[in-house]
């Protein structure tokens, strides 16, 4: 069972803004970087986010990232058809020695 | 810019052993981490190791009784075997490029996956 906790859906209309949570421990989000990924259907992983709210080239503007105390959030303002997809977050376990990953958030844009 | 590709069988039997492969284009390997990640339909994504450009691994505690990995830079590819499997061993494998450091760890390219299954 995955260590990072995630809504299993969240939705809105194309413009909105739609917020993710990944709820997690010290021992992970508590005191290391989150990273964020994108599963479009029948492709893999892209990666968003990294070190908690840094954008890889391409990813665009009006996607960000953040956390406070063992939880984080992925935001994405003015939702469009194409970010209907599955999202994920993870971070490194020092307890565990272990990379876990979020049990999935799937974005449906209404 | 860096493309990665998985590669070996699509079924393997029970108790037998998983072998993949991940050929590496467009970049070097140096001074990055190659990760194994796989994703079944009950257990989401789940890491399963990596390896240093200079071959020091890290295996999820899950998995590390039956993981090995290893990496032959000069030909650009590096691979996994997974000994014993039963059908929870059954998932899409994605191998990726990864860049670790102090608080950080992340891939940032990933290969389209390959189907995996465990079944006589």
């Known amino acids: 069972q995955s260590v990072l906790t995630q809504p299993p859906s969240a939705s809105g209309t194309p413009g909105q803004r739609v917020t993710i949570t990944c709820s997690g421990r010290?021992?992970?989000?508590?005191?290391?970087?989150i990273s964020w990924y994108q599963r479009l259907p029948g492709t893999a992983p892209k990666l968003l986010i990294y070190?908690?709210?840094q954008r890889p080239s391409g990813v665009p503007d009006r996607i960000s990232g953040s956390k406070s105390g063992t939880s984080a959030s992925l935001a994405i303002s003015a939702l469009q058809s194409e970010d209907e997809a599955d999202y994920y977050c993870?971070?490194?376990?020092?307890?565990?020695?272990?990379?876990?990953f979020g049990t999935g958030t799937k974005v449906t844009v209404l | 810019q860096v493309q990665m590709e998985e590669s070996g069988p699509g079924l393997v039997k029970p108790s037998e052993t998983l072998s993949l492969t991940c050929l590496v284009s467009?970049?070097?390997?140096?001074?990055?981490?190659w990760s194994w990640i796989r994703q079944s339909a009950d257990k989401g994504l789940e890491w399963v190791g990596r390896?240093?450009?200079?071959?020091?691994?890290n295996y999820s505690p899950s998995l590390k009784s039956r993981v090995t990995m290893s990496i032959d830079t000069s030909k650009n590819k590096f691979s996994l075997r997974l000994t014993s499997v039963t059908a929870a061993d059954t998932a899409v494998y994605y191998c990726?490029?990864?860049?670790?450091?102090?608080?950080?760890?992340?891939?940032?390219?990933w290969g389209k996956g390959t189907t995996v299954t465990v079944s006589s």
């Open positions: 990726a490029r990864s860049t670790a450091g102090i608080m950080y760890y992340y891939m940032d390219v």
């Open positions: 467009g970049g070097s390997m140096s001074r990055y981490f």
């Open positions: 070190k908690t709210d």
């Open positions: 993870a971070s490194w376990d020092d307890s565990l020695s272990d990379y876990v």
């Open positions: 390896i240093y450009s200079s071959g020091s691994t």
């Open positions: 010290n021992s992970n989000i508590g005191t290391n970087t």
